[in-house]
C-alpha cells in the first residue's frame, strides 16, 4: 500500500506513553449516543420533504391543500389508495418500462466501460499529452447540454440515426443516436470519477502483474475491475439514474414513437 | 393546457408488437452491447500484440482511451467548437462582430444578477454538499445500520426534479397567517417562533438560499457514496495503529482520513463547482428565474428556446466555459502531488 | 383519439411535454420534424410558419365545409401571412368573474352588468369588511400568467381589437397611453393600493398556484367573493374539498365591457394543430380534429373545453355552466386570440414576468413597461 503509507502521519514522540485508554466507558457511551443522534437527527431531516409528498399521496384527494401532512398522523386517521388507483387505472406502465430499459441499459453499460478503458490508460499508461486531454475531458463537464441537440440530431439524421429507420432485430436506429448521446454526456465525469479511483490502487500490484508477464488487459479485469468495485458501482447507479431520469434527450432522438413516452 | 397529456394516457398496449418485436430487440441489445465492448478491448490487444515489442507502449495507450476520445469529439466538442464560432456574430449570423456579444451580455442587467446568482451558487452548493456529504459518509460508516442510512439520503438522486419540485413545493408552501400553513417551513416559522410566514420562493431575501437548499439536498447522497467508497479504501490497520498510538479520532481524521480522501473530494468538489455553474432544472422547474433567482444556464436556455437568439446563448455558454478554467488549473496541481508521492 | 383510428387506420404516436418549444425547435431545425405539432403556445408556431417551416392548409382541408362550420374568426386565427396554418380544435373562454352565489346572496350582493357595477360592488364589498377579490399568480415557469389575462382582457375591452392586434404584434408599445391605462385600470379599480382589495395581499397572489385560487370562494366566511379565471378553471375546483357543486356553490358571469363601444368582447385560448410534415397521415389528423364528430368528444369529456366547430350541439355540454360558456363563444362580437401566447416566446415570458413586479409594487409601472418595450425591441425579429 504504497500511496497510504507515504500518507500516513509520521510517528510521533511520546505517542507510547499516551496509549492508555483516555476514554471512560461512560464518556464513550456518551459520544456512541451522540454518534446515533446526529445519524438519525440528519437522516430524518432528510426523509422529511419526500415523507410529507409520500403522506399527502394516501390521503384523500384535495386534503393535502387544507391542512398539513403532519396533521394526518392524528385522529381521524383518514388514509386511501385512490390516488393510486387513478395513476395505475389509467397509464400503460409496461411498454414505457420496456423502451426505458431499452435506452437506460445500453445508455449505462456503453459510458461506464468506454470510461472505464480510458480511465485505466489515463491513471496507468504514460502517452504524450495524457494530463492535458483529461483536463480538457473534465472541462467539457461545463458544456451546456442543450446546445448540442441542434447540431447532433442534425447529424444522426444524416446518418439515419432516427426512429423512422429500422436496424436488424427490429432495432429503432433511434436507440443508436440515444445511446451514443447518453455515452458522450456521461463519459467526462465517468472517467474523471473512476481515473481518480484507478490512480491510487497500490503500485505494486501492478508491478508484480508486469514481472509475472500479464497482458493490460489481464491486469484490467483481473485487478483494476476487481478492487475498484465500489468506485464502478456507484458510477453505474448514477449514470443508471441519469439516463433513466432523462426524458429531454429521449424526446429529442427518438421520440415519436409512441413506446418513449414515459410517466 | 394539458390536452395532449390526457391523450396519451389513452395509447393501448400492443402486446404482439411487444412480445414479437420489442421483447426479442431488447435481449439482443443485451447480450450484443457488452459483447462488443468485451471484443473490442481483447481483438485491439491482439493486434497490438503484433507490433514490435517496442512500439506496442506507444501505440496501446491510444486503443484504450481512443473510443472515449472519438466520442467525446463528437457529441461535445463538435457542437462546442460551434458555439464558440456563434459567438463572435451577431443575431443573423452573417456578421463577424469580435467581442460584441460579450461586451452586451456583460453590460445587461439581468445578466449580472444572473452572475451574482452563481457566484451565491457556486459558494453554497458544493461546500454544503462536500460537509453533509462527509459527515454522512463519516457518520453512517460507524452504524450498523449504515445501508438503510445511506439509501434513505440517496434518494433524492433517483428521482427526476420535476419530482423534486412538487416534494419541496410543500416544504415552502405559503398561505396567509389567518389560515393554518401546510408548508412544513411556515408552519414551524409561524407556531414555533410565532411570526409571520414568509414566501419562501418569492421573497428576494430568502429564494435563492431555498433553492440552493433543494440542489444541496439533491446532491449530497451523490457526494455522499462515492466518498464513502473512498473511506472504505482505507485500510483499517492504518487508523487501528494510529489509534493504538493514542491518536484522538480529530487526529486520525486531520492526518489520516483527510490526506488520503483528499483526490476525491477535489473529484466530488470539482464535480459540484462545475454543477453550480451549470445548475438549471431547480431554477426552470421553481421559478423560471423570476424573483431575481436567474442563474447562467436557465438565460442560456431562455435565450437560445425563447428568443431564439442563437448569438446571446452561444455567448452565455463560452462564459460558462471559461467560468471552469480556475476549476482545471486548480486539478492539474492536485494530480501532480498525487503523481508526485507515488 | 381511438375513434380517430377505428375510422382511418392511422395509428398515432403522442409526444407530450412541457419543453415542447425547445424540443419543436431542435426537431426542425435539425430537419427531422414530426407530422402534426398540437401546441398551446402559438407564438413559436407564427415564427415558424413565417419562416416556412409549418405547411399551408388551404389546399390540404376542404376550405368550404369549414367555412360552414368554423367562424370567420377562428379561421383568420389560425391565418399567417394571408395562409391558413393553424387549426383550433377546441377554445376555453378567459374573462370569468367566478363566484359563490349562496355567498352573494347573503350579503344582498348582485350580478355586476356594467364595469362600474363592478367597480361599486367592489368598494361596497371592501366597505363590508370582506375582501372581494382573490388573485392567484402562481404557475411554476409560467407564474404570473393569470395576472396578464387580466390585463390583456382589459385592453381588448377598453380600447379595442385596433389597439390589441397591433399591440401583440409589437407594433404598439407597451408604454403607449392604451396599454399602460389597462394596467393602472387593473392596478387602481380592481387590485387596489398595495393590493388591498384582494385576499392576502401581493404575498398571496405570488405565491398561490393559480388553481388553488378559487378556495377562498368557498371558505365560510368567504376569504374572497370572486375570481377571475378561464372556462377550465372548474377541472380545479373539482379537487377542493369539499367537491364545490357547478350552479348552487359558483356560478360566472362574464367580465362586463370596459367601455361599451366594445361591447361583447372576449379574449378566449384554444390548442392549434399544425401540420410540420406533408404525409397522409397528418393530413388525415387534421381533417379529423376539424371534425364537429372529434370536437364532441372533448366536450363530453367536460373541463371547460368548447368546441370551435359550430356544428357541434349545445346540448353536448355536460353542466349549464359549460353550455353558457358556449353560448358566450358564439355570440361573441369581438373574439380576440389571448395576446401573450401570441407574442414570440421571450415577449410572453417578460410580461408575465411584468406582472409579478407590477402586483408588487404598482408605483414601479413605468420601469416595468420601459423594459417590456426593451425586450419589444428584439423579440420580434426573426431568429436565424
Redesign the interface.
Known amino acids: ?4 503509507v ?4 509520521p ?2 514522540e511520546g ?2 506513553t ?3 485508554p ?1 476514554t471512560s466507558p461512560l464518556s464513550a457511551a456518551v459520544s456512541k449516543a451522540g ?2 443522534v ?2 438519525i437527527a ?2 430524518l431531516l ?5 415523507l ?2 409520500l403522506i ?1 399521496s394516501f390521503r ?11 396533521t394526518a398522523f392524528s385522529p381521524p386517521f383518514n388514509f386511501t389508495l385512490d390516488s393510486y388507483r387513478a395513476v395505475l387505472g ?3 406502465l ?2 414505457s418500462f ?2 426505458s ?2 435506452i437506460t ?2 445508455g449505462t ?2 459510458p461506464a ?3 472505464a ?2 480511465a ?3 491513471a496507468w ?3 504524450p499529452g ?2 492535458w ?1 483529461f ?1 480538457a ?8 447540454l ?12 444524416h446518418l439515419g440515426l ?1 426512429s423512422g429507420n429500422t436496424l436488424p ?4 436506429a433511434g ?1 443508436i443516436a440515444i445511446w ?2 447518453h ?3 456521461g ?3 465517468s ?3 473512476l481515473a ?2 484507478f ?2 490502487l497500490p ?1 505494486d500490484l501492478f508491478e508484480s502483474a508486469e514481472i509475472d508477464g500479464a ?3 489481464t491486469v ?1 479485469f483481473r485487478l483494476v475491475l476487481p478492487l475498484s468495485v ?2 464502478i ?2 458510477l453505474i ?2 449514470q443508471f ?1 441519469w439516463v433513466w ?1 432523462d ?2 434527450v429521449a ?2 432522438f427518438i ?7 414515459k410517466g | 393546457m394539458g390536452g395532449l397529456a390526457s391523450l396519451v394516457a389513452r395509447l393501448q398496449i400492443d402486446w404482439e408488437t411487444l412480445l414479437t418485436v420489442n421483447l426479442p430487440a431488447l435481449i439482443v441489445v443485451l447480450i450484443a452491447v457488452p459483447l462488443v465492448l468485451f471484443l473490442y478491448i481483447m481483438g485491439t490487444e491482439l493486434i497490438v500484440r503484433r507490433f514490435p515489442k517496442r512500439a506496442q507502449p506507444t501505440v496501446r495507450p491510444w486503443i484504450w482511451v481512443g473510443p472515449a476520445i472519438l466520442l467525446v469529439s463528437v457529441i461535445l466538442v463538435y457542437p462546442m467548437i460551434g458555439t464558440i464560432i456563434r459567438s463572435f456574430f451577431d443575431r443573423g449570423g452573417s456578421n463577424f462582430i469580435g467581442l460584441g456579444n460579450y461586451i452586451h451580455m456583460l453590460s445587461d442587467g439581468g445578466v449580472l444578477i444572473v452572475l451574482r446568482n452563481n457566484l451565491l451558487w457556486l459558494l453554497l452548493y458544493p461546500a454544503m454538499v462536500l460537509i453533509f456529504g462527509l459527515a454522512l459518509a463519516m457518520l453512517a460508516d460507524r452504524v450498523s445500520y449504515e445501508k438503510p442510512v445511506k439509501s434513505l439520503i440517496f434518494m433524492p438522486m433517483a428521482i427526476s426534479f420535476v419530482a423534486m419540485s412538487i416534494i419541496w413545493q410543500f416544504v415552502y408552501y405559503y398561505r396567509p397567517p389567518d389560515v393554518p400553513q401546510i408548508g412544513i417551513l411556515n408552519a414551524i416559522v409561524v407556531n414555533l417562533f410565532h411570526a409571520q410566514p414568509i414566501t419562501w420562493i418569492q421573497d428576494t431575501r430568502f429564494n435563492n438560499y431555498a433553492l440552493i437548499l433543494i440542489a444541496v439536498w439533491g446532491a449530497t447522497g451523490f457526494a455522499m457514496v462515492i466518498l464513502s467508497a473512498a473511506l472504505k479504501g482505507i485500510p483499517g490497520e492504518l487508523l487501528e495503529a494510529a489509534r493504538v498510538d493514542g491518536a484522538n479520532e480529530l487526529v486520525v481524521f486531520r492526518r489520516i482520513i483527510l490526506p488520503l480522501m483528499m483526490p476525491t473530494i477535489v473529484v466530488v468538489g470539482t464535480t459540484m463547482v462545475i454543477f453550480a455553474l451549470k445548475a438549471f432544472d431547480i431554477v426552470y422547474v421553481m421559478t423560471a428565474g423570476n424573483y431575481n433567482t436567474d442563474i447562467l444556464a436557465r438565460r442560456m436556455y431562455a435565450e437560445l428556446y425563447a428568443a431564439q437568439n442563437h448569438a446571446n446563448s452561444s455567448t452565455l455558454a463560452v462564459i460558462l466555459l471559461i467560468a471552469v478554467i480556475p476549476v482545471l488549473i486548480f486539478n492539474v496541481q492536485q494530480f501532480r502531488a498525487v503523481e508526485a508521492r507515488r | 383519439m381511438k375513434p380517430f383510428t377505428d375510422q382511418t387506420g392511422v395509428k398515432i404516436s403522442f409526444e407530450a411535454t412541457r419543453d415542447l418549444d425547445a424540443i419543436l425547435q431542435t426537431k426542425v431545425a435539425a430537419g427531422n420534424p414530426p407530422d402534426v405539432t398540437a401546441a398551446p403556445g402559438i407564438g413559436t408556431l407564427i415564427k415558424m410558419a413565417k419562416a416556412g417551416q409549418v405547411i399551408p392548409l388551404d389546399d390540404k382541408l376542404d376550405m368550404s365545409q369549414l367555412n360552414a362550420n368554423y367562424g370567420a374568426d377562428w379561421i383568420n386565427l389560425g391565418k399567417v401571412n394571408g395562409k391558413l396554418v393553424n387549426i383550433y380544435a377546441w377554445a376555453a373562454l378567459k374573462g370569468l368573474v367566478w363566484y359563490d352565489p349562496k355567498a352573494f346572496q347573503a350579503k344582498g350582493y348582485q350580478v355586476p352588468k356594467t364595469w362600474d357595477e363592478l367597480i361599486t360592488l367592489t368598494n361596497k364589498i371592501k366597505s363590508d369588511g370582506g375582501k372581494p377579490w382573490c388573485v392567484a399568480l402562481e404557475s411554476q415557469a409560467a407564474s404570473g400568467w393569470p395576472g396578464s389575462d387580466w390585463h390583456k382582457e382589459i385592453v381588448l375591452s377598453q380600447s379595442g381589437p385596433t389597439v390589441y392586434d397591433s399591440w401583440w404584434a409589437g407594433k404598439q408599445k407597451w408604454s403607449s397611453p392604451e396599454i399602460k391605462q389597462a394596467w393602472t385600470t387593473w392596478g387602481q379599480q380592481i387590485l387596489g393600493s398595495g393590493g388591498s382589495n384582494v385576499y392576502g395581499g401581493p404575498q398571496y397572489m405570488r405565491a398561490t398556484t393559480f388553481g388553488d385560487g378559487g378556495q377562498g370562494l368557498f371558505t365560510n366566511p368567504p376569504k374572497c367573493y370572486m375570481f377571475n379565471q378561464g372556462s377550465f378553471i372548474t377541472s380545479f375546483f373539482d379537487g377542493y374539498t369539499p367537491k364545490p357543486t357547478a350552479g348552487t356553490d359558483y356560478a360566472e358571469f362574464a367580465l362586463p365591457d370596459v367601455s361599451s363601444s366594445n361591447a361583447g368582447a372576449h379574449v378566449v385560448s384554444g390548442d392549434a394543430f399544425v401540420m410540420t410534415k406533408d404525409t397522409p397521415q397528418a393530413r388525415a389528423l387534421i381533417k379529423y380534429v376539424a371534425t364537429a364528430q372529434a370536437q364532441d368528444i372533448w366536450v363530453k369529456r367536460g373541463g371547460g373545453k368548447i368546441a370551435v366547430n359550430k356544428q357541434v350541439s349545445l346540448d353536448d355540454y355536460p353542466d349549464p355552466i359549460s353550455k353558457a360558456e358556449a353560448q358566450t363563444v358564439q355570440t361573441t362580437k369581438i373574439a380576440r386570440y389571448d395576446a401573450g401566447d401570441l407574442m414570440p416566446t421571450d415577449m410572453r415570458d417578460a410580461y408575465w414576468k411584468g406582472v409579478l413586479d407590477f402586483v408588487q409594487d404598482q408605483s414601479k409601472l413605468d420601469s416595468i413597461l420601459a423594459n417590456l418595450d426593451k425586450v419589444q425591441q428584439t423579440a420580434y425579429v426573426g431568429a436565424s
Not at chain 1, 507515504?6 to 502521519?9: D, H, L
Not at chain 1, 475531458?137 to 451546456?144: D, F, N
Not at chain 1, 421520440?255 to 413516452?261: A, L, Q, Y
Request: glycine share 6%.
Open positions: 500500500m504504497s500511496t497510504a507515504t500518507a500516513a502521519p510517528r510521533q505517542a507510547v499516551a496509549r492508555a483516555r454518534l446515533h446526529a445519524v440528519l437522516t432528510w426523509v422529511t420533504p419526500t410529507g409528498l399527502s384523500p384527494g384535495g386534503a393535502f391543500t387544507t391542512s398539513g401532512w403532519w389509467e397509464s400503460d409496461l411498454p420496456f423502451n430499459f431499452m441499459i445500453p453499460i456503453i466501460a468506454i470510461a478503458f480510458a485505466y490508460a489515463f499508461m504514460k502517452f495524457r494530463n486531454i483536463l475531458l473534465v472541462g467539457l463537464l461545463a458544456v451546456p442543450q446546445l448540442t441537440f441542434i447540431p447532433l440530431l442534425t447529424l444522426a439524421v432516427t432485430f427490429g432495432l429503432n436507440f451514443l448521446a455515452t458522450g454526456y463519459l467526462p465525469f472517467i474523471y470519477l481518480n479511483f490512480r491510487v503500485q497482458s493490460p488487459v484490467f465500489p468506485a458501482a456507484s447507479i448514477f439514474l431520469n426524458l429531454l424526446l429529442i421520440g415519436g414513437t409512441p413506446e418513449v413516452i
